[in-house]
């Protein structure tokens, strides 16, 4: 090990707020993007609840909500306003301050130089500045339940014109989708930030010997996912100011001539609402990537982890998450074979749909092979791991129907989608982050989580996200419509409601068990039992200094690494496992 | 620990393929000449994913019982086995093609081929919460619109009545009647924001976006009544934006269009 200690190294702050608040460490900030997560995710829970209260009883007065929402009940039922601001307002957090922030801002902040055997990101303050423009994007966003108007009712897509003609084609499209759109555009700069960083940090902070094929699987699905990152946002940034421009400057980008709306003429000519779909897409695809993509690197560290073995085909997974990202960029146009699209296109883009299935196939065929002839060990982490391997086959998989042009003609815009992305880039995504959770919580705050109301959370969210959502397949099949504020309106529908009513059920139960994972949490955060260095006997750069980690990370020795990362069960090591930074076995001896 | 999970992967691939055995409900019921070859696209893609699914959740079951800690010591240390991803890659790969392939003809079929000689010809102005239903008339051309001139009450799409074209034009509202064992060319607009026109029992489905005319066609094989529902969210009652389609004998057809265009 190098004994010199590095130069750049900016000083361990004293005060409170340099320390904790505007903190330029990537622990800190990577703490910091987890918490904001952690909020986010609870308000997208809660709001999923509620929608669910109407699905499954459209016609149920609820008078103590209407005490704390009045804006969301006009003295009976919930309105179906308030239901599509609950929904458009469900999808946006979770999908960018959720999804893309927990796996990428916070675990990848956090581990992402430790991993590779840095002292911090490549940019600090940058790190920093991203993280505060994400909070204020946070802010702006849910400022736009409470402006006039309420929050906008056009979904997490905001197709135009919809979200483009203002409050005349609806409630929550004046004000409130303003600061949507402005939330968005923050989101994306901070993205931005946060990529340029996490690519430069990997491609020039290694330290000695970690070549990029010694790489932790995490690293690789972190760094692709920045790629991603940087490519996809700006486009939606473009995308956003333009539609803001529509709106505020009177422009005409996404909005056609010849609009009536209500027997109002609309002054707009020229603008093509398909244009929005396309950027939209263009980042939204790859953005499904950003979410489940650093879920597929933990489930990979896990699975070797506890298995106590070598990842099966390591260089075969390098390849896969790759292949993910580069084919992610061209399939966009799926979401959009019925949208007016020219025909001849949607068979491209249905064909590359299907191909990228495979890559997908292959991570899975591998994860099946690690755990072959394993040594299995059940810590709560590996059975989030394992529980994310079979979402992940339950949810990928139906992606085989909806990429076909003609299945998509019949299932487009039902509860199918609905289910397959919710399994996949939702429930999925998220057990990579709890897994992450249980497995590098010791490192972070020196305690154990505890284990037992690990599993118990773990069996109930397990089995509770199996029932919402494979039924949720069906009702899809059934016809069931998305975004619709009650299925009792059409006679095809009428089938559904017992499947609306169940699906809630096991919703409101597995929403409530959610809390046991917020108490252990916290609870463990200042109570849990005290641990060591490596508690799981892992191999990675992480496990080699003390937990919680000095300030720099090393202490000024920046490690020297000689091994893969998953060195597990190697014949004839005096341990199960070989540190990355253990020194060299003499294959003379 | 082991074995409680493994039974629970289990019974979760049973109940999942309970659930798509159609026993518990599956797609309404199909009357256009495409909707067949669509359910059975489906059906064969069901097959190929039923059995992917099955083997990956029953072989993971398996190894998670099989290779627990308690049960098995040694572990064998490998780093892969590229011959065996290879195959695996290939055979995936074919597949997966394969079905992209299969499934592209009912689309070709749909928007490729021309719209047929003599087909009934629809206009379909979609807005805010309703459908507009417009025939040609016996001229078999549809007259000029003109946005300014639209009137939710006396004119909801605009007609302009100076041209010598609309004037047999039969505007309806939310009544779409088409004749059984024709086919239909159906242009879909929309007067404000993307909706989409979606009636289940045709296995039809295209947005109505506005500034575009979007044509199609397809052929109603049973006669009967079948709802048109929207399926892209366009406002507050998006969910109630419902329509009828009512596939008549020519006869009925020919009289109802008389009885609409005296009314």
């Known amino acids: 090990m190098s004994d010199s200690g590095n130069p750049e190294v900016h000083a361990e702050p004293t005060t409170f707020l340099r320390k904790w608040i505007f903190s330029v460490d990537h622990k800190i900030i990577g703490i910091q993007y987890y918490f904001l997560a952690l909020i986010a995710v609870f308000i997208g829970l809660g709001l999923s609840v ?15 909500l209407e005490k704390i929402f009045p804006i969301g009940f006009d003295g009976g039922p919930m309105t179906p306003e308030f239901y599509l601001a609950l929904m458009t307002m469900h999808g946006t957090i979770m999908v960018f301050f959720v999804l893309t922030t927990a796996p990428q801002g ?9 991993q590779i055997g840095a002292h911090d990101m490549a940019f600090p303050v940058l790190n920093m500045l991203s993280f505060w423009v994400t909070f204020v994007s946070l802010g702006v966003m849910v400022a736009a339940f409470f402006v006039v108007g309420g929050a906008p009712i056009s979904g997490w897509t905001a ?13 929550g499209l004046g004000a409130g989708q303003n600061l949507w759109i402005i939330s968005i555009a923050l989101f994306c700069l901070a993205s931005l930030l946060g990529a340029l960083n996490f690519i430069t940090t990997v491609l020039n902070m290694r330290a000695k010997g970690m070549t990029l094929m010694k790489m932790p699987l995490t690293v690789w699905t972190w760094f692709t996912t920045a790629i991603l990152a940087l490519l996809s946002f700006p486009v939606l940034l473009a995308g956003g100011i333009l539609l803001l421009l529509d709106r505020l400057g009177g422009t005409s980008f996404f909005i056609p001539g010849g609009l009536v709306v209500s027997d109002t003429i609309i002054e707009h000519s020229g603008g093509s609402p398909i244009l929005w779909q396309h950027l939209f897409w263009f980042f939204g695809h790859p953005e499904v990537y950003i979410a489940i993509l650093p879920g597929m690197g933990v489930a990979s560290q896990l699975l070797s982890t506890f298995a106590r073995k070598p990842i099966f085909g390591y260089r075969a997974m390098v390849v896969a998450i790759f292949a993910i990202g580069l084919l992610g960029f061209f399939v966009w146009g799926h979401h959009m074979f019925i949208s007016g699209l020219s025909p001849l296109s949607a068979l491209i883009f249905s064909v590359i749909t299907l191909t990228i299935g495979v890559p997908s196939a292959i991570k899975t065929f591998n994860w099946l092979g690690t755990l072959w002839g394993g040594k299995i060990r059940f810590t709560t982490a590996m059975l989030y791991a394992i529980g994310f391997v079979s979402l992940f086959v339950s949810g990928g998989i139906t992606g085989l129907f909806l990429g076909q042009t003609s299945i998509d003609v019949q299932l ?16 999925a995504a998220l057990f990579g982050i709890f897994g992450g959770t249980y497995y590098w919580f010791p490192k972070m705050f020196g305690r154990m989580l505890n284990e037992w109301w690990g599993k118990f959370h773990f069996w109930i969210t397990f089995i509770g996200v199996n029932a919402i959502f494979i039924p949720m ?38 929403a409530a068990a959610q809390v046991i994972f917020l108490v252990n949490l916290f609870w463990s955060m200042f109570k849990g039992k005290k641990t060591s260095e490596n508690p799981w006997e892992s191999t990675t750069l992480e496990w080699t200094i003390p937990s919680p980690p000095p300030h720099d990370n090393f202490a000024g020795k920046i490690p020297v690494v000689h091994h893969g990362p998953y060195e597990y069960g190697v014949p004839g090591s005096p341990r199960d496992f070989v540190m990355q930074t253990d020194p060299p076995i003499d294959k003379n001896k | 620990m082991a074995i409680s999970f493994a039974v629970t992967i289990w019974l979760i691939v049973l109940a999942t393929i309970y659930l798509f055995s159609g026993q518990m409900g599956w797609f309404p019921p199909q009357v256009s000449e495409h909707g067949g070859a669509i359910d059975d696209q489906f059906f064969y893609t069901l097959i190929v994913v039923g059995v992917a699914f099955t083997l990956a959740q029953v072989v993971l079951g398996y190894y998670v019982w099989r290779y627990r800690s308690s049960a098995h010591k040694e572990v064998t240390y490998t780093h892969g086995n590229t011959k065996l991803e290879v195959i695996a890659t290939v055979v995936t ?32 102005t979609a807005q805010q919460f309703a459908w507009n239903i417009r025939y040609p008339g016996a001229d078999g051309r549809f007259g000029r619109t003109i946005p300014q001139l639209i009137n939710d009450q006396l004119n909801p799409v605009g007609v302009d009545p100076k041209d010598p074209a609309s004037e047999d034009d039969i505007v309806t509202l939310n009544r779409m009647a088409i004749p059984v064992n024709r086919d239909v ?26 500034g575009m005319a979007i044509s199609s066609h397809f052929k109603a094989l049973k006669i009967g009544e079948y ?24 006869e009925d057809f020919e009289g109802w269009l008389k009885e609409m265009s005296e009314y």
């Open chain 1, 50 to 64: 509620l929608m669910r209260l109407r699905l499954a009883w459209p016609n149920e007065s609820w008078p103590l």
């Open chain 1, 106 to 114: 916070g675990f990848g902040n956090y581990f992402l130089p430790i």
């Open chain 1, 159 to 171: 197709y135009a014109p919809l979200s483009a003609l203002g409050e005349v084609a609806g409630p």
């Open chain 1, 412 to 427: 487009h815009d039902t509860y199918f989608p609905v289910a397959h992305f919710h399994m996949i880039m939702g429930v």
């Open chain 1, 473 to 510: 397949h069906l009702m899809g099949i059934m016809g069931g419509l998305r975004r619709y504020a009650q299925s009792t309106e059409f006679k095809f529908l009428e089938p559904l409601q017992p499947y609306q009513e169940f699906v809630s059920i096991a919703a409101f139960i597995t």
């Open chain 2, 93 to 124: 790969a074919v597949v997966f093609v394969t079905l992209a392939i299969m499934g592209q003809k009912v689309w070709a079929q749909l928007h490729l081929q021309g719209i047929p000689e003599g087909a009934v010809k629809v206009e379909v």
């Open chain 2, 185 to 210: 060319q159906i242009t879909l607009r929309s007067k404000d924001v993307t909706h989409s026109f979606f009636v289940p029992a045709l296995r039809f489905k295209q947005d109505t976006t506005p």
């Open chain 2, 227 to 250: 709802e048109i529902a929207c399926a892209e969210l366009c406002g507050i009652q998006h969910y109630k934006m419902r329509g009828f389609l009512m596939v008549k004998s020519s």
